[in-house]
Structures are given as structure tokens and as C-alpha cells.
């Protein structure tokens, strides 16, 4: 009996809450950076990436190493941030906000070098560009929001997951592994 009820009035203290606004983004957003550091050492691998290439070939593979570690534990933080944002874990709200304000401002530092390779017809730095100066600050805007800070600051990790699972987590995936594929493929052109 008092679990019943206690199940009850944690399903209505979430029917309650305002909809929070922007998480969907924040994930995919946090999930594709996991993507694309995951694939960024696979590809320059297979495509003889000049990072690589240029050194010796003892000192390669230390290099290649180093590079797979760090870029596997990079991403393995950003897919458990992704996963904070999404489970409505409380401090990850500032962060993300802080961490695409400044996506924003690499946005802008990235134009030079999106106007000098689309003047040699490379237009795969438009794909991280559109993402830096275009979602970035949306994602920023949209978890500044009132009703979004009341979200985090009211939710319980149960309650969030309920919200955001299912075909959500399919659908936020899905986006995630297509922009990050994008933007490691960018990276290497």
C-alpha cells in the first residue's frame, strides 16, 4: 500500500513540473561529441592522418596509443554528462550552459576557417560551424529558461529517466551518431 502510494505521488510531482526545454538538444549535443571522439581515432587511422603519419613508426604506435586513451576517456566523460543532463542531475544544467556559451564563441573563432575552405570548395566545416553557431547557443538559451531550471531543481533522477526514455533515447541517439559522424569526418577534410 505505501508503495503504491509513494509511486503515485512521485508520478504526479512530474506531471506537475513545468516541461523543461532544451534537454533533447543538450544530449544529442553531449552524445555526438561521444561519437565523435570515438570515431576521430579510428578514421585517422584508416586515413593516414598527417598527425600520424609525420612520425616514426615506434613512435606511432605510442602515439596512436596515447591518442586512442585519451580520446576513449574524453568521450566516455561526455556520454556520462549527456546522461546527467538527461537523468536531470542538478549541476549539469551550468555546465552545459557554460560549456555551449563558450561552443558558441568557438563557433565564431571557427568562421576564418570556414570562409578559407569553402573558398577552396571543402565545405565540411560548415557541418561544425552550423552546430557551434546555431544549436550551441539554442541549447544555452533553451536551459536558461525558468520552467527548465524549476525541472532540474524539482525532478528526481527516476522521474527524468521516465520522461526522457524510451523512443526518446532512440531518436536523441540517432542524431547524435549522425552529427558526430559528420563532424569527425569534417575534422580529417
Known amino acids: 500500500m505505501k508503495e503504491t502510494l509513494q509511486d503515485n505521488s512521485t508520478a504526479n510531482n512530474a506531471e506537475q513540473l513545468p516541461a523543461p526545454k532544451g ?10 561529441l561521444t561519437v565523435e571522439l570515438l570515431l576521430l581515432p579510428i578514421l585517422m587511422i584508416f586515413s593516414g592522418s598527417s598527425v600520424l603519419s609525420t612520425q616514426p613508426s615506434t613512435t606511432s604506435n605510442i602515439v596512436i596509443i596515447i591518442t586512442f586513451l585519451a580520446s576513449w576517456v574524453i ?10 543532463v538527461r537523468r536531470g542531475w542538478r549541476w549539469t544544467r551550468p555546465v552545459q550552459i557554460v560549456g555551449n556559451s563558450l561552443g558558441f564563441l568557438g563557433g ?6 570556414l570562409f578559407n575552405n569553402i ?8 557541418v ?5 553557431l546555431i ?4 541549447i544555452a ?8 531550471a524549476i525541472w532540474f531543481k524539482s525532478v528526481t533522477s527516476q522521474e527524468a529517466r521516465k520522461r526522457h526514455g524510451g523512443s526518446w533515447v532512440v531518436w536523441i541517439a540517432l542524431w547524435s551518431i549522425i552529427g558526430g559522424t559528420l563532424v569527425a569526418i569534417g575534422a580529417l577534410h
Open 23 to 32: 534537454i533533447g538538444m543538450a544530449v544529442a549535443f553531449d552524445w555526438g
Open 75 to 84: 568521450a566516455a566523460l561526455f556520454g556520462i554528462f549527456g546522461e546527467g
Open 108 to 113: 565564431l573563432a571557427l568562421l576564418v576557417q
Open 119 to 126: 573558398k577552396v570548395g571543402n565545405y565540411w566545416t560548415l
Open 128 to 132: 561544425p560551424a552550423s552546430i557551434l
Open 135 to 138: 544549436v550551441s547557443p539554442l
Open 141 to 148: 538559451w533553451r536551459l536558461s529558461r525558468p520552467e527548465t
